[in-house]
């Protein structure tokens, strides 16, 4: 297993079959999985995504598998109880990594992910809603369940603001807590 370090937060990245390094059994069974799958060029999806991780790290009983999208398997999708799916806008549409993930794991998983739960949080220049709504639509394909509001940063060459990254601890936290509970 390896590990990643994003902003001082170590967050176990799991290798196709192996246990993840907080992995165990909460009180009720198994762990809650949560899955963050994204892609970055230039760092600011990357930062996000490590925001994410540490808000849903921060509930109990949690384990999050944080990947790349190119090194993120069908097995990682059908595992976790809940996603978040991080990209930057490319030419208004997702980075081709994350396209190419969904291209991956959409026969295979199709009708094995029914409802399940996911977010969205996404890096652009100027706008984000074009990779946001070509997420959705692919979204709907898999009849995968949106939770809560997508988080976009709109100002990339500034970097990405404590606001934004509050947002998406925030967001982690609430597929997190939500697929915990069981609410979703
Ligand atoms: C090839 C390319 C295409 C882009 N297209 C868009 C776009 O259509 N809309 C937008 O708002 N930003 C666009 N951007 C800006 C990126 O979305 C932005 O810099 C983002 O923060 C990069 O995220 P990253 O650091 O995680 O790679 C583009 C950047 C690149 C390199």
């Not at 999708?77 to 930057?88: E, H, N, Q």
Request: glycine share 12%; proline share 2%; hydrophobic share 40%.
């Amino acid at each position: 297993m390896s590990f990643q370090k994003i902003d001082g937060v170590e967050i176990a990245a799991r290798a196709h079959g192996e246990k993840c390094w907080n992995a165990g059994e909460s009180a009720g069974g198994r762990m809650t999985r949560i899955l963050i799958v994204y892609h970055s060029q230039t760092g600011n999806t990357e930062k996000m995504a490590g925001a994410v991780a540490e808000g849903a790290a921060s509930i109990e009983s949690i384990e999050v598998i944080l990947k790349e999208a190119k090194d993120t398997s069908l097995e990682d999708l059908l595992v976790c109880d809940g996603l978040a799916i991080g990209t930057p806008e490319n030419f208004g549409y997702m980075s081709g990594a994350v396209k190419d993930f969904f291209d991956r794991t959409f026969y295979p998983a199709e009708g094995k992910v029914f409802r399940k739960p996911y977010v969205v949080f996404i890096s652009s220049g100027n706008d984000g809603t074009g990779a946001l709504s070509s997420i959705d639509r692919i979204a709907l394909g898999y009849q995968f369940k949106k939770v809560y509001e997508p988080v976009i940063a709109r100002n990339s060459k500034g970097g990405v603001t404590n606001e934004i990254l509050a947002q998406c601890r925030e967001l982690g936290q609430t597929i997190a807590g939500g697929c915990e509970a069981g609410i979703y």
